[in-house]
C-alpha cells in the first residue's frame, strides 16, 4: 500500500528518513536513530558544543542525544569514550549533509502531509491532544518538528538527486550478471495432473489404484473434487483436458513442496493440506534454467542500479564529512579520528570501526553498565574482527582498481560482489548434498504438536478406571474426568519441546507409541507426575519428523553451494591482498586511547595499577598474560603488514 491509503504508524521513523538511507551506506543503524523522534540539531539557541560549517552542535543536541538510546549510558572508561566518539562522530556526520542539502526546497505541504499521515493513523487529530503527544512522546515542539522533518526530507531529495547520476554500463551490468548469475533463472515448472478429494481412506485407496497402473485421468475424472472436468489436468483452461507447464504457485504450499521436491516423474503419496487431501502425477519436470545475460538483461540493470546508487552515495556522503570544516568549541567535545588502518595509502578511520561496532545489536545489549568483560572482549575480540572487515571491503575495492574490472556498489558489496564472481564456475554434486543432509538432520526437524487435556487423579485406581470408561465410550473428556474425581487442565496445543509441560508426558504422546484411540482423539497411559496420577487427552497430533531429502534438496543445494563459493571467493581476496600494502594500526590506536583515557580518569588509572599489581602477585604473570592476550588477536603494527 502506499501512504495515500495507509499512512505511517511512525513518525519517527519518518522523521529519521534520511539518517535511515545514510545509515544503511555508512555503517549506522537503528541503535541510534531514536534520537531524531525528538528532533535532530537545534536551530534554537543552546550552548554551543562544536560547528560544523554553518551547523551548530549544541550541548542540548549532545544530551537528547544520548537520553535516547540506552547503551550512551555508558560513559566510563575505553567503552565510554567509544561512545563518545561516535557520538561525536554521527552528529558530525548529520550536520555535514544537513549543511550540504540547505539548498533544496521542501514544501510547506510536504511536511504538512506527514504529519496529518501520521495523526490520522495514530487517532490524534484532537489539536490538543496532538500538542500534548509532541511535547510528551516526541519530546520536542511543533515548530521544531516541522523544522527537523522539512531537514530530512531535504537530505532525502539531495540523495534523490546523487541517485539520478548512477548509470549502469553493459560492462558493469555483464560482471554483475556473472556473479549473481543465479538469481536470474527461469523459474522451475512442472506438467501435472491432481486428484483433490476430503477423505483420507478414499485418497489412499486411489493413490494404490494408481499405483496399480490406473488411468490416472480418468480416476481424476470420476473423484476428483476439483478439475474434475479437465480430467486433473493442471493449468488446463476452459475444457481442455491437457495440462500445461506450471510453476510452483500453481498448487498449495504444502503440494508444491512435495510436487516440486521431485526430479523425475511419478506419484506423490498422499498430502494433506487443510481439509482436502492430494495425489499428484508429475508427466514431466522442467528444472528452472538460467536466463542468458541478454535474456536478462533488463533484470540485471536494475538489480544493479541498486548497487550502484549505494556506490555514488557512499562516495558523497564521505566526501561531504570529509570537506566539511569542524570547529570545536567546547575542548571536551574534541576527539582525534584516527587511521586505525591502512590499504595501499587509503586510511580506514577509527570512527567507521566504532560506527559499524556499535551498530550491532547484539553488542550493543553486551555492552549494557555491569558486565565487567565487555571492554576487554570489545577491545580483544570485537575491535579486531570489525577492523578485519573493514579491511577486507577496502581491499576488494583496490582489487577491483589494480585489475580494472567494473566492480560496482559500496566497499562492502564491491567484497560480496567479488566474493560471488570469483566463486562462480563452484558447483554442487548429489553427493554433496546427500552428504550435508545426513551430516545436518537436526536442521530440517519439524517440531511435533498436539492438543492437550490433562486429567489428574490423587488415586491411581480411579484414574486407572475413568480411563477405561472413557475409551468404551467416552464423549466429553472434561466433564466425564470431572465426574470421575479428576482436576482437568485444559493445556491446548504444546510442541514436542514445550518447557510447561511435564517430560513425562511430552515422551508419553510424542514418542512412546501407546496413544490409545479414545472418541476424536487418544488417551495415554495413566502416568505417575509428581505422585499424582495423570490421564493426558490428545487431538490433533502431528509427530515430530524430519523433513525429507526431497523436500529439502534446493534449500541444500543453494546453501552448500554458497558455502564453496564463499570459500573460494574469499581465498582470491586472501592472496590478492598480499599483493597490496595492508598495515593494522590497531594496537597503537588502542594503546594511545587507553592513555587518554587513563589521563581524563587518574582514579581509575591507580585502581587498574593495583589490580595489576595484585593480579602479577597472585599469578606471578599478570601483566605478561594481557600482552600475549592483546598479541594473540591480531593487532600488532608489524606483524599485520601485508607485503
Known amino acids: 500500500m502506499n501512504s495515500e491509503t495507509q499512512p505511517s504508524k511512525s513518525l519517527g521513523v519518518r522523521i529519521a528518513l534520511v539518517a535511515v538511507a545514510v545509515a544503511m551506506l555508512g555503517g ?4 541510534f536513530l531514536p534520537y531524531l523522534q525528538g528532533g535532530g540539531l537545534s536551530q534554537t539557541k543552546g550552548t554551543p ?47 555535514a549533509l544537513k549543511d550540504d542539502a540547505a539548498k533544496v526546497k521542501v514544501a510547506n505541504s510536504e511536511v504538512q502531509k506527514i504529519i496529518d499521515d501520521y495523526r ?21 515542539t511543533e515548530p521544531k518538528l516541522r523544522e527537523d522533518l522539512r531537514n530530512n526530507l531535504r537530505i532525502q531529495k539531495r540523495i534523490d538527486e546523487v541517485k539520478a547520476s548512477a548509470t549502469v554500463t553493459d560492462p558493469e551490468a555483464k560482471l554483475f550478471y556473472d556473479a549473481f548469475k543465479d538469481q536470474f533463472k527461469s523459474e522451475p515448472k512442472v506438467v501435472a495432473r491432481q486428484i483433490v478429494v476430503k477423505d483420507q481412506a478414499k485418497a489412499a485407496d486411489l493413490l494404490k489404484q494408481a499405483k496399480a ?64 487431501y492430494y495425489i499428484v502425477k508429475v508427466e514431466k519436470v522442467v528444472p528452472a534454467a538460467a536466463k542468458t545475460f541478454e535474456e536478462a538483461k533488463n533484470d540485471v540493470k536494475e538489480k544493479a542500479k541498486a548497487f550502484k546508487e549505494a556506490q555514488v552515495v557512499e562516495a558523497w556522503q564521505e566526501s561531504v564529512v570529509k570537506n566539511a570544516k569542524v570547529q570545536v568549541i567546547d575542548s571536551k567535545w574534541k576527539v582525534e579520528d584516527p587511521d586505525v588502518a591502512v590499504v595501499d595509502g587509503q586510511g580506514i578511520k577509527y570512527s567507521n570501526v566504532l560506527n559499524s561496532l556499535y551498530s550491532n545489536q547484539q553488542i550493543s545489549q553486551f555492552i549494557q553498565p555491569g558486565n565487567a568483560q565487555a571492554e576487554s572482549f570489545v577491545n580483544q575480540f570485537f575491535k579486531p574482527q570489525a577492523v578485519e572487515s573493514l579491511i577486507n571491503q577496502y581491499v576488494a575495492v583496490e582489487i577491483a582498481r589494480n585489475l580494472k574490472e567494473p566492480y560496482i556498489g559500496s566497499r562492502q558489496q564491491v567484497e560480496a560482489e567479488m566474493v560471488s564472481y570469483q566463486g562462480r564456475a563452484e558447483t ?51 466433564k466425564d474426568a470431572g465426574k470421575a474425581g479428576g482436576t482437568v487442565n485444559e493445556t491446548g496445543t504444546i510442541t514436542d519441546t514445550s518447557s510447561n509441560v511435564s517430560p513425562i508426558l511430552i515422551q508419553s504422546i510424542f514418542k512412546s507409541g501407546r496413544l490409545t484411540a479414545a472418541g476424536e482423539g487418544s488417551l495415554t497411559d495413566v502416568l505417575e507426575v509428581d505422585k499424582k496420577f495423570v490421564v493426558a487427552y490428545v487431538s490433533d497430533l502431528v509427530k515430530p519428523s524430519v523433513k525429507t531429502l526431497a523436500e529439502v534438496h534446493d534449500q541444500i543445494r543453494d546453501q552448500v553451494l554458497q558455502q564453496k563459493v564463499t570459500q573460494k571467493g574469499q581465498a582470491f581476496i586472501a592472496a590478492e591482498r598480499k599483493k597490496l600494502k595492508v598495515e593494522n594500526k590497531l594496537e597503537t590506536v588502542l594503546k594511545a586511547q587507553q592513555t587518554e583515557v587513563d589521563a581524563a580518569n587518574p582514579k581509575t588509572l591507580e585502581d587498574s595499577q593495583k589490580g595489576t599489581e595484585n593480579a602479577g602477585a597472585g599469578t606471578g604473570t599478570g601483566t605478561e598474560s594481557t600482552g600475549a592476550g592483546t598479541e594473540s588477536t591480531g593487532t600488532n603494527d608489524t606483524k599485520k603488514t601485508d607485503k
Do not use: C
Open 120 to 140: 490520522k493513523a495514530n487517532s490524534l487529530q484532537d489539536r490538543q491532544k496532538w500538542r500534548d503527544y509532541v511535547t510528551t512522546n516526541l519530546q520536542t
Open 28 to 31: 549506522m543503524t537503528f541503535t
Open 213 to 276: 497402473g490406473a488411468d490416472f485421468a480418468a480416476l481424476a475424472r470420476a473423484n476428483s473434487t476439483e478439475n474434475a472436468k479437465n480430467d486433473g489436468a493442471v493449468g488446463a483452461s476452459g475444457t481442455s483436458t491437457e495440462p500445461t507447464e506450471v510453476a510452483k504457485l500453481a498448487f498449495t504450499e504444502a503440494v508444491s513442496t512435495a510436487v516440486f521436491g521431485m526430479t523425475a516423474p511419478g506419484l506423490t503419496d498422499v498430502i494433506k493440506d487443510g481439509n482436502n
Open 428 to 478: 554442487v554434486t548429489e553427493a554433496d548434498i546427500a552428504a550435508f543432509y545426513k551430516q545436518n538432520q537436526t536442521q530440517f526437524a519439524v517440531a511435533g504438536s498436539a492438543g492437550l487435556k490433562e486429567a489428574t487423579f490423587k488415586d491411581k485406581a480411579k484414574a486407572l478406571a475413568f480411563r477405561d470408561s472413557f475409551i468404551k465410550g467416552g464423549k466429553d473428556f472434561t
Open 49 to 95: 558544543a562544536f560547528k560544523v560549517n554553518d551547523q551548530t552542535v549544541t550541548e542540548e543536541d549532545i544530551k537528547a542525544f544520548q537520553g535516547r538510546s540506552a547503551i550512551f549510558a555508558n560513559t566510563e572508561g575505553m567503552i565510554g569514550d567509544d561512545l563518545k566518539r561516535v557520538m561525536v562522530s554521527f552528529l558530525i556526520q548529520e550536520a
